[in-house]
């Protein structure tokens, strides 16, 4: 199982659940088929940003690019994106292999107005933004994201 899958599994059980410790969160990871032990998951806790609250694990905060909250996407963003091109209204970002379909989940769960839609392949991402400038916005805030 790859890392960007185990990190999607994670964020998804601490969205649901709340899950107080990394014991309890390696118990429900191995109920969904993911073995994994305290060192790999301690480093994937880091990995995401995630902080153990009152409530549970939760995101470390909404991290701002311009446009609400990031955590999530920002990480895959930086971990996965390796290149931006606009088109009109179409926006394409090329991924590393196996990587483009969890990273366009998370562009459509970010929440972001410009946004129409995404279809991820393998490797390659079609976002399509409302407009060319909401494109162009996009653009620029996955850029800056990359290069934070």
């Not at 890392?3 to 990394?22: F, Y």
């Not at 972001?112 to 991402?125: L, R």
């Amino acid at each position: 199982m790859s890392k960007l899958v185990r990190h999607r599994q994670i964020l998804d059980l601490i969205e649901r659940h709340p899950v107080h410790t990394q014991e309890e969160l390696r118990k429900r990871l191995g109920h969904q088929g993911v073995e994994v032990n305290q060192a790999t998951l301690s480093r994937d806790l880091r990995e995401l940003g995630l902080i153990k609250t009152a409530e549970g694990y939760a995101a470390a905060g909404a991290e701002e690019t311009g446009n609400g909250p990031l955590p999530p996407v920002a990480h895959l963003i930086r971990e996965f994106v390796r290149e931006v091109k606009e088109a009109g209204n179409l926006l394409v970002l090329k991924t590393s292999t196996g990587s483009a379909q969890p990273v366009a989940v998370a562009l459509d769960n970010a929440g972001w107005e410009e946004n129409v839609g995404t279809i991820g392949g393998d490797d390659t991402i079609l976002l399509i933004a409302s407009t060319p400038a909401a494109c162009h916005r996009v653009a620029d805030r996955i850029r800056g994201i990359i290069e934070a």
